[in-house]
C-alpha cells in the first residue's frame, strides 16, 4: 500500500505526464505541482515507485511515466471526476435534450456527444433486442401492394420496415393481420414464441404464404437486430502523439474495422457501473496498447446498450469519467 506522499507523487506524475505525453523529472513535479518535498526526496520516492511498477522509465529519458499498474491505482484510489466546464455541461444537456423519435437516436446522439467533449473515439452498441417484449404491432397500407410494420418495445424502442408484396392487399386483409399479430405477440419476444410464428398465421387466416412470409421476415429481421455499433470520432485519436507510429495507428484501424474485438467487452460490466480496462486488462490482444472505458445506457430501468471510449492508455481518465457520468445522469432522467 503507498503512503499519502507516494500518492501525491503518483498523482502527479500521471496528470503531467496526461498532459504533455513527456516523461517526467522529479524537477517538474516539484516546480509544477506545490509538492513541498525536494527534488532528491521526490527522486527517491519515484525510484520506489519504479521498483514496485507503479512507474516505468523510458529507455531515452531520466523521467518517468506511468505503467498500467500506475493507471489502475490512479483510476481506483486518486481520480477526481468534477472536470466539466459550465459550457461543457450547458453543451451536453442540450445535445441530450434534443427531440428524437427513437430511443437509439439518444444513443447516436450521446456517443457523438462524449466524443465531441473528450476528443477521444467513442463507440456504442444497441443492447440485443431478445430481451425486450413486443408491446404493440400496426401495420399500415402504404399502397396497394406496400405495407408499413411498425414494431413498439416494452423498452420504448420503434422498429419501422417496408414491406413490398407481389399481389394486393386490401385494408380489410390488414386489419386482420394486425388484430392477429397482436393477439399473438403482444407480450413475449419472438425468440421466445413456443411455435413458428407462420403456424399462428395459418392457423387463424386462409391467405397465402406468399403474403405471411414477407412479413414474418420482416418483423424478424427488426426485431431480433442486436449489436448495431455507432462509431463516432475516429479521426481524432490521430491528434494525439502516441499515434505518430505507424503500428499504433495501424493497429488501432484495424480495431475500427473489426469492432467485434470490442463487443464482448462492451456487452460485459454491471449496470450504471463504469468499467475500464487499462492496456491489457481487456484480454484483448489488439487493445494491449489501449484503454475503453464504457457505461451501461439505461431508460427507465431498461439497459438500452453500452456506450464507450476507446483511446490510449495516456487517456485523460478524469474527463472521460466526468463526461460519462454527466451523460449517463442525464440519459436516466
Known amino acids: 500500500m503507498l503512503d499519502n506522499r507516494k500518492k501525491r507523487i503518483l498523482e502527479a506524475i500521471i496528470e503531467e505526464y496526461i498532459n504533455t505525453a513527456e516523461p517526467v523529472s522529479s524537477g517538474t513535479i516539484a516546480k509544477k505541482h506545490k509538492i513541498d518535498f525536494s527534488s532528491a526526496t521526490i527522486r527517491n520516492e519515484m525510484a520506489e515507485l519504479e521498483a514496485e511498477q507503479y512507474l516505468d522509465k523510458p529507455h531515452t529519458s531520466a523521467g518517468r511515466v506511468p505503467s498500467a499498474k500506475g493507471y489502475r491505482f490512479y483510476v481506483d484510489e486518486l481520480l477526481k471526476d468534477n472536470k466539466l466546464s459550465i459550457n461543457e455541461i450547458a453543451y451536453i444537456k442540450e445535445k441530450l435534450e434534443t427531440k428524437v423519435n427513437e430511443i437509439e437516436d439518444l444513443t447516436k446522439i450521446a456517443t457523438n456527444t462524449l466524443s465531441e467533449i473528450t476528443h477521444y473515439t467513442s463507440i456504442a452498441i444497441n443492447s440485443k433486442t431478445e430481451i425486450y417484449n413486443i408491446s404493440d404491432i400496426k401495420f399500415v397500407l402504404l399502397g396497394s401492394r406496400v405495407l408499413m410494420a411498425v414494431i413498439l418495445t416494452d423498452a420504448g424502442t420503434i422498429k419501422e420496415t417496408i414491406i413490398k408484396f407481389n399481389a394486393d392487399i386490401t385494408e380489410s386483409q390488414v386489419q386482420t393481420i ?75 484501424l484495424n480495431i475500427l474495422d473489426e469492432k467485434e474485438i470490442v463487443l464482448e467487452l462492451l456487452n460485459s460490466g454491471i449496470a450504471k457501473d463504469i468499467n475500464i480496462y487499462i492496456g491489457e486488462e481487456s484480454g484483448i490482444e489488439e487493445l494491449k496498447d489501449f484503454s475503453l472505458v464504457t457505461f451501461k445506457h439505461l431508460v427507465a430501468g431498461h439497459e438500452l446498450g453500452t456506450i464507450g471510449i476507446i483511446g490510449p492508455t495516456r487517456m485523460d481518465y478524469s474527463k472521460v469519467i466526468s463526461v460519462m457520468k454527466y451523460i449517463s445522469k442525464k440519459l436516466n432522467e
Open 178 to 252: 394486425n388484430n392477429i399479430f397482436n393477439n399473438r405477440l403482444v407480450g413475449k419476444p419472438l425468440s421466445k414464441i413456443d411455435k413458428p410464428l407462420e403456424e399462428y398465421i395459418k392457423s387463424e387466416m386462409n391467405y397465402e404464404i406468399k403474403i405471411i412470409k414477407p412479413i414474418i421476415e420482416a418483423i424478424n429481421k427488426q426485431v431480433a437486430k442486436e449489436n448495431e455499433i455507432y462509431l463516432e470520432g475516429a479521426n481524432r485519436v490521430f491528434d494525439f502523439p502516441e499515434f505518430k507510429s505507424i503500428n499504433t495507428a495501424k493497429n488501432f
